[in-house]
């Protein structure tokens, strides 16, 4: 059995739809805080159990029977180590033969402020001398193309990236990159996963320019006035700190990778730029 938390969740579920092209919907569970959220993976065959990270007493049954695990991170920043390390002990209890886990990019040495709740994950999930696979997720290129109504609408991309490169990949690479661990065997217990194009905030507005076909400038900020742009524009503070802050360590070179481990792991290229900007835009 291979069970999978997070799963009404957008990663999640791509990692459950990508499994059940490996392997019979019976042999795939679902946890999720709403099984309402996944009434279509439940016809699908997936047995869907209520799991929720905040409850520990709800984890055993949720993750009892598993083989292989995978702990989704949670989205709720803040309250993720505390969160994730009940998982961890109820994965220990249910003896899970592999526990796999969505961490960040270079985990070990991030300074992206995100980092510190997956290594303290990192960390939860070693001592607990489970085997285990950390898949450490690189920025999602749909950070990038769900926002772009207001790059159209401004003609300009804001940030405090300067020149740095980011190695962003598609939630769906990712997905499969899971599901492909969690189906086989996994060789190594870190992965560094990342896209195969690192990108510039200006090669991002110039790749939406094209294809918008209308002028995009990316304009480099401060933090602090990007950070006012961004609460201007109605975001919390807490959520603008965060995009901030992965702005300036990106900057510094930190969600950058070359290692390769995605594409091999997904057996072809990573998700390009223009093809993620493409579908965004309907083209
Ligand atoms: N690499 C990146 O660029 C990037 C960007 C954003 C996030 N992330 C991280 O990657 C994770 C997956 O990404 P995503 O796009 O799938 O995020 P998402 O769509 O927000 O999904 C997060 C999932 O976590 C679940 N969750 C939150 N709190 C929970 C709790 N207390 N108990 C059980 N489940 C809980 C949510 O359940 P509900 O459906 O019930 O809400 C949802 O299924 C995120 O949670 C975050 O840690 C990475």
Known sequence: MIIVTGASGHLGRLVVESLLKKVPAREVAAVVRDPDKAKDLAARGVEVRRGDYARPETLGAAVAGADKLLLVSSNEVGQRATQHAAVVQAAKAAGVKLLAYTSILHADTSRLALAAEHLATEVAIRAS????????????????????????????????????????????????????????????????????????????????????????????????????????????????????????????GDLDDATGDLRRLIGRPTTTLAAAVSAALGR
């Open 129 to 252: 001398g489970l085997p285990h696979v950390f898949l450490r997720n690189g920025w999602y290129l749909e950070n990038y193309t769900e926002s772009l109504a207001p790059v159209l609408q401004h003609g300009a991309k804001v940030g405090s990236a300067q020149g740095g490169r980011v190695a962003a990949a598609a939630r769906v690479d990712y997905a499969e990159a899971a599901a492909a661990v969690l189906a086989g065997k996994a060789e190594r217990a870190v992965y560094e996963l990342a896209g195969d194009q690192p990108f510039t905030m200006a090669e991002l507005a110039a790749e939406v320019a094209r294809q918008a076909g209308k002028p995009i400038a990316y304009v480099d900020l401060p933090p602090d006035q990007y950070r006012a742009v961004l609460i201007g524009a109605g975001l919390p503070a807490a959520f603008a700190d965060i995009l901030v802050d992965a702005d300036v360590q990106a900057a510094k």
